[in-house]
């Protein structure tokens, strides 16, 4: 498709369990990024991916989010031995280095219920 | 750093009349400026931006709004509300000094508008 996909759109785990969020961007965008909100809350920067530049973590919660991405292409975020409070929709989004500042292609999310 | 406060969490209109989202923000440089409108289980969507050109930005559907650095505000506003319009709307900047890499963006609490026959 032409715009940013993620999946699964719905994730329902038990607390201590393991997750991974996918992301698929548009093709031929640089930078990456994802994003959490909480219900009824704004949206809270998580990570930053540029080409090949080093990643910018300092939206990181804790160590239990980790996020990876090969190149440009598809990203992985990782929430370990989830905890209640990890409940959110996390929101990637992509855009070009030609597009001009502030042009992010949003995904629909991955809606994450943590019981 | 940088910050946006918006300043209505919930905004009700009748449909036809006007809309304004007040948007406060602060930076450490020269900021760019954006509205992001969210609709009901919708991916977010740019409404408009502003990056040091023209102060009045024009956005789809109708939207624009205005920096004010004295006042250092980016209020979004309608002349006339549509149903369509009901949504959640998001003020974000964009802030690194000029010429440096990366577009990290922080965004407001959002605004949940509300359109009434």
């Known amino acids: 498709g032409a715009g940013v996909s993620q999946s699964p759109s719905n994730k329902v785990t038990e607390k201590g369990k393991d997750v991974e969020l996918r992301c698929d961007p548009i093709s031929g965008h640089t930078a990456l990024y994802w994003y959490r909100q909480r219900l009824g809350q704004g949206l809270e920067f998580l990570i930053y991916?540029?080409?090949?530049?080093?990643?910018?973590k300092s939206g990181l919660p804790s160590d239990r989010f980790s996020a990876e991405r090969t190149g440009e292409s598809v990203s992985t975020l990782t929430i370990q031995r989830t905890q209640q409070e990890d409940s959110a929709v996390y929101l990637c989004?992509?855009?070009?280095?030609?597009?001009?500042?502030?042009?992010?292609?949003f995904g629909e999310g991955s809606r994450l219920t943590v019981l | 750093a940088q910050s946006v406060t918006q300043l209505d969490s919930h905004v009700s209109v009748s449909e036809g009349t006007p809309v304004l989202l007040r948007c406060n923000y602060s930076?450490?440089?020269?900021?760019?400026l954006f509205w992001y409108v969210q609709h009901p289980n919708k991916g977010l969507q740019l409404l408009l931006k502003?990056?040091?050109?023209?102060?009045l930005v024009k956005g789809i559907n109708g939207f624009e709004a205005e920096f004010k650095k004295s006042e250092t505000s980016f209020h979004l506003t309608k002349p006339s509300a549509h149903m369509s319009d009901a949504a959640e709307y998001f003020c974000?900047?964009?802030?690194?000094?000029?010429?440096?890499?990366?577009?990290?963006?922080?965004f407001g609490g959002g605004t949940r508008v509300l359109v009434k026959p």
């Open positions: 989004a992509s855009s070009p280095l030609a597009g001009g500042v502030g042009e992010l292609f």
């Open positions: 991916f540029q080409g090949n530049s080093a990643p910018d």
């Open positions: 974000v900047v964009s802030d690194r000094p000029q010429g440096a890499a990366g577009n990290k963006l922080t």
């Open positions: 502003y990056t040091s050109a023209a102060t």
């Open positions: 930076s450490s440089y020269s900021p760019s």
